[in-house]
């Protein structure tokens, strides 16, 4: 009973005791709120990296083997792929690259922004072509049109997105297409602006020749889909028209299929699966890559995993660095406690001759480091949790407040900025709290539970 009053009391009398306890608060609130925002920017991120790409994306490689050749129609590969019962929904795109400009830019004004090093997000845009209902069905792709806008125009029709309205153009021989919101504000378009898309492709009269095919088209909306890179180098339209344009024998680039129940484990065993379904029906190649896998078979993770991977990395390197911190704090601990026992040993001496054990002296002190580490990871958790869960109002208020701004939404184009609590990795944290501070104690009270009676008596 002794050692819980004794720890107390000096607990109590040692003001220094508030800097330990300080810095194993600011320790693990900092660790709380930073891991729970890389958490979140970590989520926010895969959801949209996998609302355009969907879960698995099969991209066959055509025209490897003059003598053997994959189907370039997509009819028979969306046939096998949305017969497995575990796909929700499947759809083909048609990807090219075009230059982009409005119309009246003429020839030299292309060229000038071909060469020039500011436009380079101006220079080549991703034109991609798709089959209406099904990319809905497949990817997010109604919903980036239906959300909220900064710079671009909503489409008027959410379900034919590529009509063009007779207010833009008398004419039903025009084509509309979606632009991505960023590349919208660039170009300074508006509804109704008319671009030219040019673009190269292969003679099919002649193999080594090519030809540089242009055509016009109405911009009828945008689309924000919440990945800053797509909207500013992406432009939607049908793919029969894209077809009609390249007048390319391939009809389709990647068939993007969604699962009823995605999970890592049922990406991966889907794609081996497929792999071997469509390699043997001659469907796609089936090249294998250096993991024996099938390259031309892929999951969203693997399209995306560089930017995946550092996103972990940055939150793994935070986390290391912010637990110097509670290296800080436990040397704190150290040396507040090591003072103690120097200051201390008249009152160790008497009550060891009183009876008291070396263990007793042992547990006296750590609980001083016990009480240290509970009171500051429990007042950091309590705090680091409320910070995480309110820390896009805590941002407003210090922008607004200070008139600098904080966090820039136009850059990672997030509504809020994202946060997610991990209360597994709220218990982790004060556990290691509790574990640093001990640990670091445990000398200084090892030299006290050491200490003979007669020498500490003598020397006071």
Same mark, same amino acid.
């Not at 063009?164 to 004419?171: A, C, N, T």
């Not at 805590?394 to 600098?404: A, D, P």
């Given at each position: 009973m002794y050692r819980w009053f004794l720890s107390m009391r000096y607990l109590r009398a040692r003001k220094t005791n508030l800097i330990g306890i300080g810095g194993i608060f600011v320790g693990v609130g900092a660790l709380i709120l930073i891991l729970s925002i890389m958490t979140g920017f970590l989520e926010e991120t895969r959801r949209s990296v996998r609302g355009s790409l969907s879960d698995l994306v099969i991209a066959p490689r055509f025209g490897a083997s003059k003598e053997d050749s994959v189907p370039t129609d997509p009819a028979k590969i969306l046939a096998e792929v949305r017969a497995d019962p575990r796909v929700e929904a499947a759809a083909a795109h048609l990807v090219w690259y075009c230059q982009v400009a409005k119309e009246g830019a003429d020839a030299d004004s292309m060229i000038r922004i071909l060469s020039s090093s500011q436009s380079g997000n101006l220079s080549a845009v991703q034109i991609v072509g798709i089959d209406l209902p099904a990319e809905f069905e497949a990817t997010e792709f109604k919903a980036s049109l239906e959300r909220e806008v900064k710079y671009g125009a909503r489409v008027d029709n959410a379900e034919q997105p590529f009509a063009?309205?007779?207010?833009?153009?008398?004419?039903p021989l025009e084509a509309g297409v979606v632009v991505g919101e960023k590349l919208y504000s660039n170009l300074a378009l508006r509804r109704g602006d008319r671009i030219k898309l040019a673009t190269i492709v292969e003679d099919p009269a002649r193999s080594d020749s090519f030809l540089t095919p242009s055509r016009t088209y109405v911009v009828v909306g945008t689309f924000r889909s919440k990945e800053n890179e797509m909207d500013m180098s992406r432009i939607y339209l049908d793919r029969a028209e894209m077809i009609d344009f390249l007048s390319s024998?391939?009809?389709?680039?990647?068939?993007?299929?969604?699962?009823?129940?995605? #999970?890592?484990?049922?990406? !991966?065993?889907?794609?081996? /699966?497929?792999?071997?379904?469509?390699?043997?029906?001659?469907? +796609? =190649?089936?090249?294998?890559?250096?993991?024996?896998?099938?390259?031309?078979?892929?999951?969203?993770r693997e399209f995306r995993g560089v930017l995946l991977g550092a996103i972990e990395n940055e939150r793994v390197l935070m986390g290391i660095m912010l637990s110097l911190v509670l290296l800080v704090a436990g040397f704190t601990v150290f040396a507040i406690l090591s003072m103690m026992?120097?200051?201390?040993?008249?009152?160790?001496?008497?009550?060891?001759?009183?009876?008291?054990?070396?263990?007793?002296?042992?547990?006296?002190?750590?609980?001083?480091?016990?009480?240290?580490?509970?009171?500051?990871?429990?007042?950091?958790?309590?705090?680091? #949790?409320?910070?995480?869960? !309110?820390?896009?109002?805590? /941002?407003?208020?210090?922008?607004?407040?200070?008139?600098?701004? +904080? =966090?820039?939404?136009?850059?990672y184009l997030f509504d809020t900025i994202p946060s997610v609590v991990d209360p597994v990795a709220v218990a982790l944290i004060v556990l290691g709290a509790f574990v640093c501070a001990l640990l670091f104690a445990a000398i200084p009270a090892w030299n006290a539970a050491k200490l003979d009676p007669l020498e500490a008596l003598r020397q006071e």
């Open positions: 063009v309205p007779e207010r833009y153009s008398p004419s024998p391939i009809q389709y680039s990647e068939v993007l299929v969604k699962l009823k129940h995605e #999970t890592e484990a049922t990406s !991966k065993a889907l794609k081996a /699966e497929l792999g071997v379904r469509l390699a043997e029906n001659r469907l +796609i =190649f089936g090249y294998i890559n250096l993991d024996n896998e099938f390259d031309e078979v892929k999951t969203w026992v120097t200051e201390k040993r008249r009152d160790i001496g008497i009550l060891t001759a009183l009876g008291a054990t070396p263990r007793g002296v042992l547990e006296t002190f750590l609980l001083i480091a016990y009480w240290d580490a509970l009171i500051g990871a429990l007042l950091g958790a309590i705090f680091g #949790t409320w910070g995480a869960l !309110k820390i896009d109002s805590i /941002e407003r208020w210090l922008s607004k407040t200070f008139g600098v701004q +904080i =966090f820039n939404r136009d850059v």
